[in-house]
């Protein structure tokens, strides 16, 4: 599978934080009912690989991919996990070459030019644009079509569900990550239909886009 495929699943990749191993299943039963396949857990806590290994073993369906990889050892341990994918915050010419020699997908985060270019040398062409408000968001993507324009990004960090449209709308953003879909209270009160409602809003997010409209 190609990192870029994953967009074909709709206009969203939920990021998530699984603090409570017990979460990990029913919340991604949650998003599969809205819609959602494709779920990137961070390894930003001790149970992040146990629930990839969960979900894969129990939601067959899920496309479920390990975020924040820094490492080599992230990537090998993520692939073990069972994860089908990877998405990491930035990009070393080490992590990707480990990803390559394990046959596991990586989107690599950049926020430079200079990081686009360096990536693309090394084969990859779907990026992910993080933090993506806070290094220039539209704009920056705007500016990256004219040099950049056969490479696709995927901006994650700070995109709301209010501005996920304006981000879709471009020309080289097939799809976007974003916090909102699984929401930490919603996730402790174990609000599982909330997040499917969420997951299903998330879903129509490409056809309420000014691209789409105007199209």
Sequence with gaps: MKT?????YGPVIPVIVIEDINDAVPLAEALMAG??????ITLRTKCALKAIEMIANKVPD???????????????????????????????????????EIELPLLPGVSTG??????????????????AVAVGGINLLKGFSGPFSDIKFC???????????????LPNVPVCGGTWLTPKNLIEEKNWSEITKL????????????????S
């Excluded at 901006?155 to 709308?169: H, M, Q, R, Y």
């Excluded at 997951?199 to 105007?214: E, G, N, V």
């Design 4 to 8: 870029i495929e994953l967009a074909k």
């Design 35 to 40: 819609g959602v396949r494709v779920l990137e």
């Design 62 to 100: 899920a496309i479920v991919g390990a975020g924040t990889l820094r490492t080599k050892s992230d990537a090998i341990n993520a692939k073990l996990a069972g994860s089908q994918f990877a998405v990491s915050p930035g990009y070393t010419s080490e992590m990707g070459m480990a990803c390559k």
């Design 114 to 131: 200079s990081e686009v270019m360096n990536a693309n040398n090394e084969g990859f062409s779907f990026l992910k644009l993080f933090p």
């Design 155 to 169: 901006p994650t960090g700070g995109i709301t569900v209010e501005s996920a449209p304006d981000f879709l709308a």
């Design 199 to 214: 997951a299903k809003h998330a879903c129509c997010l490409l056809y309420t886009s000014p691209r789409t409209r105007d």
